[in-house]
C-alpha cells in the first residue's frame, strides 16, 4: 500500500491502511472457517458447489490522501528510492537559484573550494566525540547524486534542528578529498523552504470559470487565511473564449509561501495552480 502497489483499485493509500488492520483480521478468520469446514449465517467465505463465495469489502472511510512529502517518505523507507515523485522537482527553481554546484559536478571543484548545495537529508549518522561533543555524519541527496557531509560540533550545536532525515537544505561546505571519494566539511546549514519563502515576493493562483468556481473560491479562502504572512497573492482568472484576467493582489489578505501551502491550493485547484514568483 505505501508505495503504491494497490493504487489501481482507484482507492487512495491513506484509506486502504486505515482498514488493512481489519482487513488482516477478517482474512484470518476467514481461513480459520475454511480450515475447519465452518460458515456464517449469510454463507460469506463458504465453499459452494460454483467456488468460493465473494466476501464483501469493507467500507473505505473518506479520509484524504497523504500528502506528497509522505507519500515520498514511505516509498523512499521501503524501496530505497522514489517512485511517485523526488521531493526535490518542485524546488529546482530554487535550487538553482540558490546552489552553486550539484552533486554529479562536485568531483571537478578544486579540493578545499566552498560551494553551496541544496538537496535531501536521507540518513544522519550521530556521533560523540572524545570531549563529549555530539556531531554527525550525514547523507545529502540531489537529483544528480549524494555525497557525505561532515558537521562539526558548532555546527551540529546551531544547525541540529535542520539535520534530519527528509529535511530540505542549503549547506554550504568546503570540498574535501579523500581516499574514499570526496565529501564536505560543512560550515552553514538552512532550510531550503526557508529560503525559498524569504525569495518568494509575490503568489500568483491560476483559476479558471467553471459552475463550481464560486464553491472552490471558498475553500480556497479557507485554506489562504490558514497560512497567514507577508506575501502578497495575486489571482489570473481564465475566462470562457480564452480571455485571462489578471488582478491586482488582494486587499487585506496576505500568506506564508510553504510546501504545505501549495499541495492545500493544488488539492482545491489542481496541479500547477499556485506559482511561487520570487526575486
Known sequence: IKVGAFDSTGARRAQLMAVLEQAIEEGAAAQREREHGQTNIFGQGADTDSGPTAFVDPPLPDLPEWDQGQKLKYERELTGFY???????????????????????????????????????????????????????????DRHGLVEVIAFP??????????????????????DRVEKGTRLKGIRIESLMELQARAVTRINIRLCDGPDAP??????????????????????????????????????????????????????????????EAR
Open 154 to 175: 558548532d555546527l551540529y550545536k546551531a544547525a541540529s534542528a535542520h539535520i534530519v532525515p527528509e529535511s530540505l537544505v542549503q549547506v554550504t561546505g568546503t570540498v
Open 83 to 141: 517512485i511517485t515523485a523526488h521531493p526535490l522537482a518542485q524546488y529546482e527553481a530554487a535550487i538553482q537559484r540558490f546552489a552553486t554546484a550539484t552533486m554529479e559536478g562536485l568531483s571537478e571543484v578544486a579540493d578545499g573550494h566552498e560551494v553551496k548545495l541544496c538537496g535531501i537529508i536521507t540518513t544522519v549518522k550521530p556521533m560523540v566525540t572524545k570531549r563529549g561533543d555530539r556531531m554527525a555524519y550525514f547523507q545529502l541527496e
Open 215 to 276: 464553491t472552490r473560491l471558498g475553500q480556497l479562502e479557507q485554506v489562504l487565511r490558514r497560512h497567514p504572512g507577508p506575501t502578497a497573492i495575486y489571482f489570473t482568472f481564465c475566462l470562457p473564449s480564452n480571455i485571462e484576467a489578471d488582478t491586482a493582489p488582494l486587499p487585506g489578505l496576505t500568506v506564508s509561501p510553504s510546501e504545505r501551502l501549495v499541495a492545500e491550493v493544488e488539492d482545491v485547484l489542481g496541479k500547477g495552480a499556485l506559482a511561487l
